[in-house]
């Protein structure tokens, strides 16, 4: 970071008093908590969370040091104050993925416009023609649960997903939410939700067995086996690639 971007003493000291007085403000939210779920212990420790990190940032900007400190990331809903008997629900999903293999994207794109336009249904030669044609193509013919579970075939490399369902007091009329729909969610309405991502990999890597650990010979020969089922799979050019059944949606 150049100097002239470098915080200030003062900036430094004012986000230390911040770090101060939030703490003071998290003691007596859980003086006075409540309950186990008190809202306002919640929001004190969030606030709390947000000085100590900010503090953090501008004393190595600054100084080139840390604190002790190690703020946990918030992995849990805050508490639920929506409908008891939900009339109405809502299912948020984001799935991210990587384009790793274009050309196979590409391919399978063209394979589906082809049949389209054997059956007088297609959109135009040349429409899968480019990445981002060839993402149209694909999400605009199978439903994003089996491009979910088939990503492999279409070039794809999984990311982070989450799902979260909330809940309404009402249905949405038609076309309200369409032009921003993933706006306004109230966190304190989620039922529930679910999350897979990479971050979560040093937590699995924690209950792999130890080297002295027994492990059945028929398993090891099923890993290898499926080893090998997918190094051939890699191994496969484009124009080896099975054709994929378009379904009539």
Partial sequence: MSDAAQPTAAEVRA??????????????????????????????????????????????????????????????????TGPEEPNAISVLIRRDYAVVEPQRLLSQAQRVEAADVDTGTGIGEGASGTVHRALGTLFGEFEPDEIASRHKEFGLEEGDSTLWVTASDEPADPGEWLEAPFEHVDPQRVVCRFDVSAVFDDELDEDEPDEGDDVEDDEIEDYDDLDTDLDEDDDLDDGELEPLEARER
């Fill in 15 to 80: 986000a230390a008093e911040a770090v101060k007085a939030a703490l003071d403000r998290h003691l007596a939210a859980v003086e006075r908590r409540s309950g186990e779920d008190d809202p306002a212990v919640y929001e004190a420790f969030n606030q709390l969370a947000a000085a100590a990190e900010t503090y953090d940032e501008l004393l190595y900007d600054r100084y080139d040091e840390v604190t002790p400190f190690e703020i946990p990331g918030d992995d849990t809903l805050p508490p639920y």
